[in-house]
């Protein structure tokens, strides 16, 4: 098995209109050969469900909830909830609990926030995202001098042995795992995104989710092997149901608390800023640190980002499905791009039969030099795939970090062969794809890392 740790920084990605500079990082991973040698599909999968929309209050409790909601909103926003409710998105329960988005919003307005946060703020930012994903980033936003001298003399740093200074608290972000993640849940799952939402911003600081383990792309043993292994807090409620706890690391709300007080439009929100420090900080066994992107690295060399088996982990966690990370690119030692593990086409029926079950699919692709060395790489969301007028088709696609607040397109002839990875749910692969234990391959990622860095002190 050969592994390859690529080091996003300094480079230049970009993406349609926009041109991403030098010193803008990505995120920084390291590369398995995860679930190889996928083979030809064999027919579609079945599609998800049809769901009943509902687009009027049908009860009192309901319309209760709604005036309470609605009085605590401005005019713009107001409307914004209106057309929530005729969309049939307010009342969407598809949730962990079968809470409806309504239900909770209307959490937010009775119960207690975090000290430092606002809840007319978190209300109205829940509804603006719900109601327009597309303008979720990962951007931080700055730091003024008040806030970072108070954070500077009293936070403390997830790791000691990285101090807080002035230099390392102004960072840009490794955090496009977590927020394509963030994305899917408010575009997919309203209900579970408010939900979520509510819980984090609340005392409590965290949110519990019931899982059917089966759901999973992993067995039950596995399963409990690789929470343990990420440090998540989780208990079996029967032998099917699992419950488990998502938090942000212990600096979120630092952020938090500022975006509250001194956000800037193209900065995260406060929604933004707990979510995606949940998804990091359960990918990242609970060693991240939302003050400088940061985390404790265990299954590779760099302190930033998340590896794509991480990501996964933290993807199946927030969403309750089953994803299987299958690595579609080659590469050697050196990190030369030199082949793909299957056709093409292959791939692309893959992303397509996902779309077709209602999901989006996370990938994450590459960038090379002359030579065909991967020298970078990011994360975004395909949530499409549409045919433009000169006949060619086209990803439609969600990029939490391109400084756009819309959909962009790219050629499918021009992206899918820079696909590295992407999560795509289990009923897709089944009779297609050789799987590898999650566990067997974390194990032979810190095996490689543990030999290399033991060669190089040497």
Same mark, same amino acid.
């Given at each position: 098995?050969?592994?390859?740790?690529?080091?996003?920084?300094?480079?230049?990605?970009?993406?349609?209109?926009?041109?991403?500079?030098?010193? &803008? @990082?990505?995120? %920084?991973?390291?590369?398995?050969?995860?679930?190889?040698?996928?083979?030809?599909?064999?027919?579609? *999968? =079945? $599609?998800?469900?049809?769901?009943?929309?509902?687009?009027?209050?049908?009860?009192?409790?309901?319309?209760?909830?709604?005036?309470?909601?609605?009085?605590?909103?401005?005019?713009?926003?107001?409307?914004?909830?209106?057309?929530?409710?005729?969309?049939?998105?307010?009342?969407?329960?598809?949730?962990?609990?079968?809470?409806?988005?309504?239900?909770?919003?209307?959490?937010?307005?009775?119960?207690?926030?975090?000290?430092?946060?606002?809840?007319?703020?978190?209300?109205?930012?829940?509804?603006?995202?719900?109601?327009?994903?597309?303008?979720?980033?990962?951007?931080?936003?700055?730091?003024?001098?008040?806030?970072?001298?108070?954070?500077?003399?009293?936070? &403390? @740093?997830?790791? %000691?042995?990285?101090?807080?200074?002035?230099?390392?608290?102004?960072?840009?972000?490794?955090?496009? *795992? =977590? $927020?394509?993640?963030?994305?899917?849940?408010?575009?997919?799952?309203?209900?579970?995104?408010?939900?979520?939402?509510?819980?984090?911003?609340?005392?409590?600081?965290?949110?519990?989710?019931?899982?059917?383990?089966n759901n999973l792309s992993q067995s039950f043993i596995n399963t409990i092997w690789m929470l343990d292994a990420f440090k998540t807090p989780h208990k079996m409620l029967d032998w099917n149901t699992l419950e488990v706890e998502l938090k942000p690391d212990r600096n979120a709300i630092l952020r938090a608390r500022v975006q509250n007080t001194y956000w800037d439009k193209?900065?995260?929100?406060?929604?933004?800023?707990?979510?995606?420090?949940?998804?990091?900080?359960?990918?990242?066994?609970?060693?991240?640190?939302?003050?400088?992107?940061?985390?404790?690295?265990?299954?590779?060399?760099?302190?930033?980002?998340?590896?794509?088996?991480?990501?996964?982990?933290?993807?199946?966690?927030?969403?309750?499905?089953?994803?299987?990370?299958?690595?579609?690119?080659?590469?050697?030692?050196?990190?030369?791009?030199?082949?793909?593990?299957?056709?093409?086409?292959?791939?692309?029926?893959?992303?397509?039969?996902?779309?077709?079950?209602?999901?989006?699919?996370?990938?994450?692709?590459?960038?090379?030099?002359?030579?065909?060395?991967?020298?970078?790489?990011?994360?975004?969301?395909?949530?499409?795939?549409?045919?433009?007028?000169?006949?060619?088709?086209?990803?439609?696609?969600?990029?939490?970090?391109?400084?756009?607040?819309?959909?962009?397109r790219y050629p499918v002839e021009e992206l899918l062969p820079r696909i590295h990875h992407a999560g795509i749910p289990k009923s897709v692969l089944i009779n297609n794809v050789e799987f590898i234990e999650g566990w067997k391959e974390l194990m032979e990622i810190y095996k490689a890392n543990k030999e290399a860095a033991y060669s190089t002190a040497a």
């Amino acid at each position: 098995m050969n592994i390859q740790a690529i080091n996003y920084y300094n480079n230049s990605i970009y993406t349609p209109g926009v041109k991403k500079t030098a010193s &803008t @990082p990505a995120f %920084s991973a390291v590369f398995p050969m995860i679930n190889r040698k996928p083979s030809a599909n064999t027919g579609m *999968p =079945a $599609a998800q469900p049809v769901y009943t929309l509902r687009t009027s209050l049908s009860t009192k409790e309901e319309k209760t909830k709604y005036n309470a909601v609605s009085e605590m909103l401005d005019r713009k926003t107001k409307r914004t909830l209106n057309k929530l409710l005729k969309e049939g998105k307010l009342l969407n329960n598809i949730s962990n609990d079968r809470s409806t988005v309504l239900d909770n919003l209307y959490k937010i307005v009775q119960n207690p926030r975090i000290m430092g946060l606002n809840k007319e703020t978190i209300l109205k930012e829940t509804i603006e995202t719900i109601d327009f994903p597309f303008i979720i980033t990962q951007k931080f936003g700055d730091l003024p001098e008040k806030a970072r001298a108070e954070i500077l003399s009293s936070a &403390t @740093p997830v790791n %000691s042995n990285i101090p807080f200074t002035n230099e390392n608290l102004d960072v840009h972000s490794s955090t496009c *795992p =977590a $927020a394509s993640i963030e994305f899917n849940l408010a575009h997919k799952m309203p209900a579970e995104f408010a939900r979520m939402a509510e819980s984090l911003s609340s005392e409590k600081m965290s949110v519990t989710k019931r899982i059917d383990i089966n759901n999973l792309s992993q067995s039950f043993i596995n399963t409990i092997w690789m929470l343990d292994a990420f440090k998540t807090p989780h208990k079996m409620l029967d032998w099917n149901t699992l419950e488990v706890e998502l938090k942000p690391d212990r600096n979120a709300i630092l952020r938090a608390r500022v975006q509250n007080t001194y956000w800037d439009k193209g900065e995260r929100s406060v929604i933004d800023v707990l979510m995606q420090s949940t998804f990091m900080n359960v990918g990242a066994q609970n060693t991240y640190d939302s003050m400088i992107d940061r985390r404790i690295p265990k299954y590779n060399d760099d302190d930033s980002g998340l590896i794509d088996i991480e990501k996964n982990f933290a993807e199946e966690l927030a969403t309750g499905k089953g994803k299987v990370c299958v690595t579609y690119q080659k590469m050697d030692d050196n990190g030369k791009l030199i082949g793909y593990e299957c056709e093409q086409s292959e791939t692309l029926q893959h992303i397509r039969d996902t779309l077709n079950l209602g999901d989006n699919v996370i990938i994450g692709y590459t960038y090379c030099d002359n030579d065909n060395i991967v020298i970078g790489g990011h994360e975004i969301t395909i949530i499409g795939i549409e045919k433009g007028k000169n006949g060619k088709e086209y990803f439609v696609c969600n990029d939490t970090d391109d400084g756009k607040d819309e959909p962009i397109r790219y050629p499918v002839e021009e992206l899918l062969p820079r696909i590295h990875h992407a999560g795509i749910p289990k009923s897709v692969l089944i009779n297609n794809v050789e799987f590898i234990e999650g566990w067997k391959e974390l194990m032979e990622i810190y095996k490689a890392n543990k030999e290399a860095a033991y060669s190089t002190a040497a």
